[in-house]
């Protein structure tokens, strides 16, 4: 089992939707929580950081962390065609050295 | 402020052939990272360096070998390179204050195939 799952897609919404995108993983001793947005032939850019459980609000992107469960979300609202791209969870228990990442999250994002 | 550089961008090798990718960054970040990219497989950790002169294996350092002999550089080689190490290459480094996990931050990349 991978120590981080999340769903390869791809996800297709209209211009202005909610977009939600999740991982779940399997080692409890996971402290930081992240997510990176990777544009096509680029390298992924950090866009949420999060420290152990709750939620953290940057303008239209949401990053929730429900460690009981082993389950981080990232939300988008009112979704903009440049948001198309790859997301990429990631995760450490301490220390940037042991970063996990996701396989990553296609969207596309439709005017 | 380039931030992360890598060089070449792309690369063709016969499998055999040798090469090193570059990696430069000029944030001052003490910690460098070689991942490779493959459809389906995420991001894996080849070998990383906490500070110049020291490296370590990640996930998957077979076939692999890293330099660090600067701060700001950090070498990727291949030493008989196989058709199983096409990818796409990313360097990454950070700054990793008292133990906390700081933002990787990445290059653009080096798409490598090997034929």
């Known amino acids: 089992q991978k120590e981080v799952e999340q769903d390869p897609g791809p996800l297709s919404v209209p211009e202005g939707a909610i977009v939600s995108l999740n991982c779940t993983y399997s080692?409890?001793?996971?402290?930081?929580f992240m997510w990176y947005r990777q544009y096509s032939r680029k390298g992924p850019e950090l866009l949420m950081y999060?420290?152990?459980?709750g939620n953290k609000e940057d303008g239209r992107f949401t990053a929730q962390v429900d460690k009981s469960s082993k389950y981080i979300s990232l939300f988008i609202r009112d979704s903009q065609p440049s948001d198309s791209a790859t997301y990429l969870c990631?995760?450490?228990?301490?220390?940037?050295?042991?970063?996990?990442f996701g396989t990553g999250t296609r969207l596309t994002v439709i005017p | 402020n380039a931030g992360v550089t890598q060089t070449p961008k792309f690369q063709v090798l016969k499998t055999g052939q040798s090469m090193t990718l570059q990696c430069a960054q000029d944030?001052?970040?003490?910690?460098m990272y070689w991942y490779r990219q493959d459809p389906g497989m995420g991001l894996r950790l080849i070998y990383y360096?906490?500070?110049?002169?020291?490296?370590d294996k990640g996930e998957v350092p077979d076939g692999y070998n890293v330099s660090r002999l600067k701060k700001q550089n950090f070498l990727l080689g291949l030493e008989s390179a196989a058709p199983s190490q096409t990818s796409v290459y990313f360097c990454?480094?950070?700054?990793?204050?008292?133990?906390?996990?700081?933002?990787?931050?990445f290059g653009p990349g080096t798409r490598l195939t090997v034929l």
């Open positions: 944030m001052n970040h003490n910690s």
């Open positions: 360096s906490a500070s110049e002169g020291t490296t």
């Open positions: 999060t420290y152990s459980s």
């Open positions: 080692n409890s001793a996971f402290q930081y």
């Open positions: 990631a995760m450490s228990i301490t220390g940037a050295n042991n970063l996990f």
């Open positions: 990454a480094s950070s700054d990793l204050a008292g133990g906390r996990t700081d933002t990787q931050y």
